[in-house]
T-cell receptor
Framework: EPEVTQTPSHQVTQMGQEVILRCVPISNHLYFYWYRQILGQKVEFLVS????????KSEIFDDQFSVERPDGSNFTLKIRSTKLEDSAMYFC????????????FGQGTRLTVV | GENVEQHPSTLSVQEGDSAVIKCTYSDSASNYFPWYKQELGKGPQLIIDIRSNVGEKKDQRIAVTLNKTAKHFSLHITETQPEDSAVYFC????????????FGAGTRLFVKA
């Protein structure tokens, strides 16, 4: 069964450092998303991406965040200068159609900023 | 801004009983309502979804209802089993101006054997 894969599973970084979280969406999917979940809290939408551009973003997704699809398979989330409050589980998801079709989530990357 | 409220935050039932989780949403443009199950250490997994042109949908022991007028939607799990224990999230998605899904805060379901 096809799945969304994320690497690394756990990333520890110093405050102020840049991190790149990587995702390989399901191969025939066209819509890609990043969400985050602070420990014990709800899943929060960060950004959606379609046709090589951001389709929608939340207020969380400020200038410190960027996304990229550098090749035909990877979808990355970059945080330029991490803050302690960026510590969370980050989930990548992809869907074949738009938001009214099933989104498949990866297992997540746990980001710990120290 | 858009918001999804979910109740209860915690639900404990006996095995075999039914569980009901309720959500309300604020964005009138929402037209897709997925429900996700999240087990410890894993990503959310879609268990059922409903679109705005449908009032009810059922898949074995799971059913969802949608009242667009009241902006309410609910998840019903019948004949609960211990393996149903997890955190359940409702969500509301819209394609107005882009693709965005807003999640509820989650319901931690405990099914006691």
């Amino acid at each position: 069964e096809p799945e969304v894969t994320q690497t690394p599973s756990h990333q520890v970084t110093q405050m102020g450092q840049e991190v790149i979280l990587r995702c390989v969406p399901i191969s025939n999917h066209l819509y890609f998303y990043w969400y985050r979940q602070i420990l014990g809290q709800k899943v929060e939408f960060l950004v959606s991406f379609y046709n090589n551009e951001i389709s929608e973003k939340s207020e969380i997704f400020d200038d410190q965040f960027s996304v990229e699809r550098p090749d035909g398979s990877n979808f990355t989330l970059k945080i330029r200068s991490t803050k302690l409050e960026d510590s969370a589980m980050y989930f990548c998801a992809s869907s074949a159609g738009g938001m009214n079709t099933e989104a498949f989530f990866g297992q997540g990357t746990r980001l710990t900023v120290v | 801004g858009e918001n999804v409220e979910q109740h209860p935050s915690t639900l404990s039932v006996q095995e075999g009983d039914s569980a009901v989780i309720k959500c309300t949403y604020s964005d009138s443009a929402s037209n897709y309502f997925p429900w996700y199950k999240q087990e410890l250490g894993k990503g959310p997994q879609l268990i059922i979804d409903i679109r705005s042109n449908v009032g009810e949908k059922k898949d074995q022991r799971i059913a969802v209802t949608l009242n667009k007028t009241a902006k309410h939607f609910s998840l019903h799990i019948t004949e609960t089993q211990p393996e149903d224990s997890a955190v359940y999230f409702c969500a509301a998605g819209s394609v107005t101006g882009g693709f965005k899904t807003i999640f509820g805060a989650g319901t931690r379901l405990f099914v006691k054997a």
